[in-house]
């Protein structure tokens, strides 16, 4: 009879404050940071509003996980329900948390750089483009981007291949078309022109804006060189979300235009190199 009492109580006993306010802070987190990512996607504010608001979504997230830890400890010695709804909160907050700390163990490992090209000597220019990006952001920043990019990404360089310019042009196009970015120059190559694209890509799962351009010239043996540049328009590092995008996009332009590749070696498919500390000198 004490037993079936007992669990009486228990059942007719809410659940711990602190698991149901931890639930709360952790849904409440998830519906701010959806919020951030629609006003990203919709146009709605500019990009320092959106961060602001997605950096409140982690903060909350982050209260919420140390709540059901709380909450955790008081059931441990109290007894009493909460536990699923601490658990909840748990998953959601670590859920939410888990791709920015992706991200910043990429920060931590690769270089501070948010602008990438096949030929850093001569790269492609943001022309129609440069008028979106921000001021003094069109330019290429230089050769020590060009040594860190060199050295993180080595397989980053000009695809040559057995394809008319128009031909290399064509199947560019269609990449970037099956893509879905938004092209807003395109220049088919002429006998004294090279070809141009530029485009607006947008990053999975937040919509920031990459702006990326592709050239296309012949080359002596009839065939074309393509080069690409893949520039972030805000920040300062791009967690090699832009070096990630022109190799696949080399990949897929070689794809589309070459139906019989010539034998030369594949490109690698090494993993970045971490970025070097200081004191230890080049990668």
């Known amino acids: 009879m004490t037993m079936v009492m007992s669990r009486l109580r228990t059942l007719e006993e809410p659940p711990s404050r602190l698991a149901v306010w931890a639930r709360r802070l952790a849904v409440f ?14 146009d709605m504010l500019e990009i320092v509003p959106v961060l602001v608001t997605f950096g409140a979504a982690l ?3 982050v209260l919420a996980i140390l709540l059901a830890v709380a909450s955790f400890v008081a059931l441990w010695n109290n007894g009493g329900p909460g536990f699923a709804q601490a658990i909840t909160a748990m998953l959601i907050g670590a859920g939410l ?7 910043a163990y990429q920060g931590y490992r690769l270089p501070p750089i948010t602008d990438i090209t096949t030929d850093p000597v001569d ?24 040594e860190l990019q060199k050295a993180a990404w080595p397989d980053i360089e000009p695809l040559p291949i057995n394809v008319s310019p128009k ?45 990326v351009v592709v050239r296309i010239r012949p080359t002596r043996e009839g065939g074309a060189r393509i080069d690409i540049r893949s520039a972030s328009r805000y920040g300062k590092m791009d967690f090699g979300a832009n070096a990630a995008r022109v190799l696949a996009l080399l990949d897929d332009i070689d794809d589309a235009a070459t139906t019989e590749k010539p034998e030369r070696p594949e490109r690698q498919k ?12 080049k990668r």
């Not at 948390?97 to 991200?103: C, Q, S, V």
């Not at 042009?169 to 088919?188: E, G, L, S, T």
Request: hydrophobic share 50%.
């Open 29 to 42: 987190s998830l519906a701010v940071a959806a919020l951030a990512i629609l006003i990203e996607r919709a």
């Open 59 to 61: 903060a909350l997230s």
């Open 97 to 103: 948390l888990a791709y920015p700390g992706y991200l």
């Open 123 to 146: 790269p492609p220019r943001f022309e129609v483009v440069a008028r979106l990006r921000p001021p003094n952001s069109s330019l290429y920043p230089g050769l020590a981007t060009a």
């Open 167 to 211: 031909a290399a042009y064509d199947a560019a196009m269609a990449v970037i078309a099956k893509r879905k970015w938004r092209v807003v120059d395109a220049r088919a190559p002429l006998p004294n022109r090279e070809g141009h694209i530029e485009a607006i890509a947008r990053t999975p799962i937040m919509g920031f804006r990459d702006d």
């Open 270 to 281: 090494s993993a970045p190199k971490a970025a070097a500390k200081p004191g230890q000198g």
